[in-house]
């Protein structure tokens, strides 16, 4: 079965800079695109970056020029470097990749790591 797995999340101070990573495992034949996704309390999911096999990016309004998305394709992993963090970007973070298996092709999700940023 193919996973993806979080990390990096946690409690920084406004300012302050976190690196989230995104590693799939399983019997992976190929991935396209990659993103990150996020979602605070009691609103909806939404976009923060994607990046394609080729390397092309795509940012959010909000956090264009302080996250950096980038993809190690040999490791199957996806990484976000978020930096001058706002109290705003709290929220659940969640990996998204689009995965050719060998029995499927499907969007899979993790599983989300919090990141909160103090006021």
């Known amino acids: 079965q193919v996973q993806l797995v979080e990390s990096g999340g946690g409690l920084v101070q406004a300012g302050g800079s976190l690196r989230l990573s995104c590693a799939a495992s399983?019997?992976?034949?190929?991935?396209?695109?990659m993103g990150w996704y996020r979602q605070a309390p009691g609103k909806q999911r939404e976009l923060v970056a994607t990046i394609t096999s080729g390397g092309s990016t795509n940012y959010a309004d909000s956090v264009k020029g302080r996250f950096t998305i980038s993809r190690d394709n040999a490791k199957n992993t996806v990484y976000l470097q978020m930096n001058s963090l706002k109290s705003e970007d709290t929220a659940v973070y969640y990996c998204?990749?689009?995965?050719?298996?060998?029995?499927?092709?499907?969007?899979?999700w993790g599983h989300g790591t919090q990141v909160t940023v103090s006021s």
């Open positions: 399983g019997s992976i034949l190929r991935i396209n695109d």
């Open positions: 998204n990749a689009e995965i050719f298996s060998r029995q499927e092709f499907g969007g899979y």
